[in-house]
Antibody, heavy 122, light 108 residues
């Protein structure tokens, strides 16, 4: 059974930092791109960042580029999101999602974790 | 950047057919994916590539795309279908994911 389990969410002050983790199981982690997707309270989904299987490519939404860093450890089957210079608008549930990337049509997300809540106080 | 527009809410009686639209420029040339999210739960993929159902998704869920509008259709609506639904495409030019704003489906 495919499972993605996020952790690391917390209450942090504006300007602070936080590191999220996502542990994957039930599939060959290093065969897949993986993404972070967030959802602010009562709002819709927003794609945040993703990373290629070997870590050689990574992409970010404009609002987090330069502040957030995505990384992965294929030995530990884990994905990470290092968040710095946090702002109130970063408050959200952060989901880890397995990405299917059938070129040339582009990616979608076939499995999601339950998410971890990040709250940034201003 | 590419923008997807969904109606905020749709209300339909049980047993009827619900149609949820997703508007985007020339969306017919995009591959559109749909997710269902129930309160307090993670999103679940219900359709990919416009009209492909993942394993376990009922045949009542179907999709189509034409012109500037993609549509998720749920037939023989059940109370358990009540949820938020999101469309999604991939912006290949910028290599990033794009979601619609979501539609709250209420089963009357």
């Amino acid at each position: 059974e495919v499972q993605l389990v996020e952790s690391g969410g917390d209450l942090v002050q504006s300007g602070g930092s936080l590191r999220l983790s996502c542990e994957a199981s039930g599939f060959t982690f290093n065969n897949f791109w993986v993404s972070w997707v967030r959802q602010a309270p009562g709002k819709g989904l927003e794609w945040v960042a993703n990373m290629k299987q070997d870590g050689s490519e990574k992409y970010y939404v404009d609002s987090v580029r330069g502040r957030f860093t995505i990384s992965r450890d294929n030995v530990k089957n884990s994905l990470y999101l290092e968040m710095t210079s946090l702002r109130a608008e970063d408050t959200a549930i952060y989901y880890c999602a397995r990405e299917r990337r059938p070129l040339p049509t582009g990616s979608f997300f076939d499995y999601w974790g339950r998410g971890t809540l990040v709250t940034v106080s201003s | 950047s590419y923008v997807l527009t969904q109606p905020p809410s749709v209300s339909v009686a049980p047993g009827e057919t619900a149609s949820i639209t997703c508007g985007g420029s020339n969306i017919r040339f995009q591959s559109v994916h749909w997710y269902q999210q129930k309160p307090g739960q993670a999103p679940v993929l219900v359709l990919c590539h416009d009209d492909d159902r993942p394993s376990g998704i009922p045949e009542r869920f179907s999709g189509s795309s034409s012109g500037n509008t993609a549509t998720l259709t749920i037939s023989r609506l059940e109370a358990g279908d009540e949820a938020d639904y999101y469309c999604q495409v991939w912006d290949n030019n910028r290599d990033l994911g794009v979601f619609g704003g979501g539609t709250k489906l209420t089963v009357l």
